[in-house]
Every structure is written in C-alpha cells, then in structure tokens.
C-alpha cells in the first residue's frame, strides 16, 4: 500500500469515526499533495510524498515557535497535535549520535570533501534524505569538517 493510499484510507476512518481533528489534518495534508501533483505533472512518488509531509510538519514546528513568542498556548497545542498526527506518515528519523557516525565515517571515506560544503551535504542529502533532518545534518557536517 502506497504511503498516499495510507493517508486516504485513515482520512475515511476519520470521517466515519467522526474525528473532525484528524479528518481536517488528513484533507489539509491531502490537498498540499494534489497541489504538488498537479504542479509537477506526475504522481507523487512515496519519496515526494515523504518530502510534502515533512515541509508540512515544518510548517507546524515553525508555527508552534510563532504561537509561543505571542502567547497563544491553546493555538500552539493545536499546531503540536497536527504535527503529531503528521509524524505518524513519516520514516523514523535517525538520532543524532547515529547522524554523527554516519558523517564520520562519509569524511573516513572522502576526506577530500573536507574542504567542500557543498559536495559534502550534496552527497550526504543523496543517502540521507527523507532518513534524517538535514538541517542536523548540515549543522553536524560543518562541525567534524571543521568549517
């Protein structure tokens, strides 16, 4: 079963259960992938489905900061439980500890991608994405190549 056939599957079982919190989620979450589709003229592939969902659940992490700083805590939570309910469609992502390894031993193998952030995170995005927060990612590169 295709991750988007998941998503359509559970957003009837929230409308025949009558969750008015995950069925409008799951409709917002599906209208952001028909907008995607129809603007790459194709169907969306798991991976680019996997991609829609995390700039979604971006979208509510940033959200949650904005309804922190204005001290909105009821807006906030409500942000928190879509994200949660995002995550659920996503791979597990890799921890930090696991990260870090995964970069020590990429530098161990291309030493000569020290010097170059950008070919660095180009080839480490190619095995990592989808797998790990990239911003971690870069944050961590840039750390042990010493930039």
Not at 20 to 48: C, G, M, P
Not at 82 to 98: H, I, T, V
Request: no cysteine; net charge negative.
């Amino acid at each position: 079963m295709s991750l988007l056939s998941k998503i359509e599957s559970d957003l009837l079982e929230a409308t025949k259960a009558k969750d008015a919190f995950l069925r409008d989620t799951l409709r917002y979450l599906k209208s952001a992938l028909q907008n995607v589709k129809i603007e790459r003229q194709h169907e969306l592939s798991d991976e680019e489905t996997i991609s829609v969902i995390q700039k979604e659940v971006k979208r509510r992490q940033e959200a949650i900061e904005s309804y922190k700083i204005a001290d909105k805590p009821e807006l906030a939570k409500q942000e928190q439980q879509e994200m949660d309910a995002l995550q659920k469609y996503l791979p597990a992502q890799m921890r930090e500890d696991e990260i870090r390894q995964k970069v020590t031993d990429f530098l161990a193998n291309h030493p000569e991608l020290k010097e170059n952030i950008g070919q660095l995170m180009g080839r480490l995005s190619a095995e990592l994405k989808g797998k790990a927060d990239m911003g971690l990612v870069s944050k961590i590169a840039k750390e042990l190549a010493g930039l």
